[in-house]
């Protein structure tokens, strides 16, 4: 399929399809004409990266990542090594930091929203 089919099945740009290529992340070959021919597995491919970078990781760490990872499921592949489950590991405590900050942050806010919305005079509440 072509680069722009490729953008509508997974509603990424296609600049960062290209991106995507210069980072090795994602494959295309090429057309006589020379335009990008990527196979239906780019979907799963490209949406997996999407997942990955939702997650908060680098490209870097997404290179090296991928070749382990089957795109269709996500789960890991044959090749998959104590290495990639421990750096995996080490993402998702990550991920659960930055959830208790986040958590910690609009408890911050849920507190001044309440002694805010306290001290306005009545007749300018629920404006």
């Known amino acids: ?8 099945r997974t509603g990424v740009s296609e600049r ?17 004409g020379g335009h990008r021919d990527y196979p239906d597995g780019a979907v799963d ?6 997942e990955f970078y939702a997650a908060g990781l680098r490209s870097s760490k997404i290179a ?10 996500g789960g890991p592949s044959a090749i998959a090594t104590p290495r990639l489950v421990g750096d ?19 408890e911050v806010l849920d507190d001044v929203i309440a002694t805010a919305a306290e001290e306005l005079p009545a007749e300018r509440r629920g404006r």
């Open 1 to 8: 399929m072509r680069i722009g089919e490729l953008a509508r």
């Open 16 to 32: 960062s399809l290209r991106y995507y290529e210069t980072q090795g992340l994602l494959t295309a070959d090429r057309t006589p």
């Open 45 to 50: 491919r490209v949406i997996r990266i999407q």
């Open 64 to 73: 090296q990542l991928l070749p382990c990872v089957r795109d269709a499921d």
């Open 88 to 106: 995996l590991t080490v993402e998702r405590e990550r991920i659960d930091r930055m959830i208790g900050e986040l958590l910690r942050s609009r």
